[in-house]
């Protein structure tokens, strides 16, 4: 667990253990239960504001992944390991109750530009989910989307 200066404590979604865990926990839902669905909210790394808009504290897990030979940029090995957390969840609960649906609630946009006149919150880049890939990929059912009112 790492703390961060707002007071949250967060698991490091790099480390294997924490897949482990929260797939582990998952699996006991799916198989234990008559449930049509697992939704995943966006809590994947946190908001900036939630460590002072400081960097996540992951160094502990990059540099284990530097010194094993890891060659992705920091912000794609995050984004690397959400993608394997949202591969692993799906292709689980698949195998298991292929009826069960999975879905995730992005935070924000995918990226801004993309189409041209989208603007706000960059997912990919401040939550490192890559919500496009694991729609283009099947390894969700669905979204369901947050709103924030004005």
Sequence with gaps: MLY???GYWWMDPAQQAVQDITNDVV??????YDIDGVHMDDY???YPSYNGSADFPDSVSWLAYQQNGGKLSRADWRRDAVNQLVERLYKNIKASKPWIKFGVSPFGIWRPGYPESVEGFDQYNQLYADARL?????WVDYFSP???GR
């Design 44 to 46: 994947f790394y946190p």
């Design 27 to 32: 699996m006991d839902l799916v198989q234990r």
């Design 134 to 138: 694991w729609l283009n990929k099947g």
């Design 4 to 6: 961060l200066k707002e």
């Design 146 to 148: 947050h709103y924030i």
